[in-house]
């Protein structure tokens, strides 16, 4: 099975602080994903990797970072946490291939407080 | 800008029944289609895909799919409280797209 492995549950940080999210999966995935998903709007995609090193902005990439440094793993970097980047944080991989149709695999999410 | 529309519900049915869960799709190059299953508190799990046009059973469940009128859904048969969640349809376009675009869910509740 898939699996795709999120630093941390929970965390809680102060206004200010910089505050790293760590996405790691195990299934040799091109593609990886940063979501965040409020009540009543949804998943909104931050940013996206297809490869090493690559990086795509999604929807709402402001206030934001990432980083792909190796395959397997996708960092969430906030440079100054704001209180209204208090959310949860999907990380996701993909892979697209003859047999594979693009479906995307979930880590548990971080529930991010920022105080 | 493509869209992917659910009705947000909640979709309330008894023990038992059929709950129906649809979706419209603004963009015409979609090729594939995802349901992902989400609890409270928990990520979205996929449940069911599709890409070709009609039914695709799996179990108590059933993907249906209208490429001409642009809309999927999901039948759940035997409707059972453990599948109270909320429903995300994704769809992707073909042509090195990866991104799905997801909807904003549908809440289901199915009460004894």
């Known amino acids: 099975d898939v699996k795709v492995t999120q630093s941390s549950r929970y965390l809680v940080k102060r206004t200010g602080e910089k505050v790293f999210l760590e996405c790691v999966q195990d299934?040799?995935?091109?593609?990886m994903f940063w979501y965040r998903q409020d009540p009543g709007l949804g998943l909104r995609l931050i940013y996206f990797s297809y490869d090493v090193k690559m990086k795509e902005k999604g929807d709402i990439p402001e206030g934001y970072s990432v980083s792909r440094e190796k395959k397997e793993r996708f960092s969430l970097i906030l440079e100054s946490a704001s209180t209204n980047q208090t959310s949860m944080y999907l990380c996701a991989s993909s892979l697209v291939s003859k047999r594979h149709f693009g479906e995307l695999f979930f880590g548990e999410g971080s529930r991010l407080t920022v105080l | 800008q493509k869209e992917v529309e659910q009705n947000s519900g909640p979709l309330s049915v008894p023990e038992g029944a059929i709950a129906s869960l649809n979706c419209t799709y603004s963009d015409r190059g979609s090729q594939s289609f995802f349901w992902y299953r989400q609890y409270s508190g928990k990520s979205p799990e996929l449940i069911m895909f599709i890409y070709s046009n009609g039914d695709k059973e799996d179990g108590r469940f059933t993907a249906q799919l209208n490429k001409a009128s642009q809309y999927v859904s999901l039948l759940i048969r035997d409707s059972q409280p453990s599948d109270s969640a909320t429903y995300l349809c994704?769809?992707?376009?073909?042509?090195?797209?990866?991104?799905?675009?997801f909807g904003r869910g549908t809440s289901l509740i199915v009460h004894p």
């Open positions: 299934m040799d995935h091109e593609n």
């Open positions: 994704a769809v992707k376009a073909t042509g090195g797209s990866y991104i799905p675009t």
